[in-house]
């Protein structure tokens, strides 16, 4: 029996703890911040501005997409170039049609980040 007691009372002190320090991890936690058109009138507004923020960084990753695979197909010509399989003319094509493929694609979704 004593062993039984001196159990609950390991496991009583053990759960305290546990509940002490989550109680105190809560009140040192940030504050949530409010999305970058302001929190609204409304739950509705405030979830709307939060979607726009969400679409702003969906846009930024298709950026960066298109960016990675500009690059990768640049250097698969470049190394096509080296090994005597293209010309240079080639890669100085897929440079240009490359980076005018990333400005339309950077306008396009500033535009579109507008229209959100």
Do not use: C
């Amino acid at each position: 029996m004593k062993f039984a007691n001196w159990m609950k009372q390991i496991l009583a002190s053990f759960g305290a703890m546990v509940f002490a320090s989550a109680v105190m991890a809560q009140g040192s936690l940030p504050t949530v911040e409010d999305p970058s058109r302001g929190t609204g009138s409304g739950i509705r507004q405030t979830m709307q501005n939060h979607m726009y923020d969400w679409g702003v960084i969906a846009g930024l990753a298709i950026a960066a997409i298109a960016f990675i695979v500009v690059a990768y197909y640049a250097i698969q010509v470049f190394t096509e170039v080296q090994n005597q399989k293209k010309k240079w003319a080639d890669f100085g094509m897929v440079l240009v049609v490359g980076f005018l493929l990333l400005v339309l694609i950077i306008w396009l979704l500033t535009k579109a980040a507008e229209i959100l």
